[in-house]
């Protein structure tokens, strides 16, 4: 693999190389519009994942809040993580571009009021 890693994405090499080579994680989009590693919520999300090793994958995330109805998008580096994504719904799609199409869809402040789901009555 080179060690040149495309960083037009991503805030900082070490942003990237976590996408690259690094365990799952989750980036969210920064105030640059730059994807940054997003520490808190991998953690969270880690801890309810069990040890068995991951399939790295990129999957281009929409993740709607279940208590605002506020939608962004996150790029996670394995699917296995994101059965385990707290309080809110989420949506795979089929790229980071398809995700801001939808996103710029929703509006300047992008909020889906109505759930995503029908909670299993």
Known sequence: ???ELPLHDFANRFDA???HQGPPALFTV?????????PDRTRDTLEHVGD??????WCHLLV??????????ILATSPDIIPHI??????EVASQQEAQRQLDA????PLAPTPWHTPDA
Do not use: F, H
């Not at 707290?86 to 949506?91: L, S, Y």
């Not at 929703?106 to 402040?109: K, Q, T, V």
């Open 52 to 57: 068995d090793p991951m399939p790295m994958r």
């Open 17 to 19: 190389l976590l996408a």
């Open 86 to 91: 707290g309080g809110c719904e989420v949506r």
């Open 30 to 38: 920064d105030a640059d519009g730059e994807l940054r590693l997003s």
């Open 1 to 3: 693999m080179s060690t």
């Open 106 to 109: 929703l509006g300047p402040l």
């Open 64 to 73: 709607r809040d279940q208590a605002t109805g506020w939608v962004q998008y």
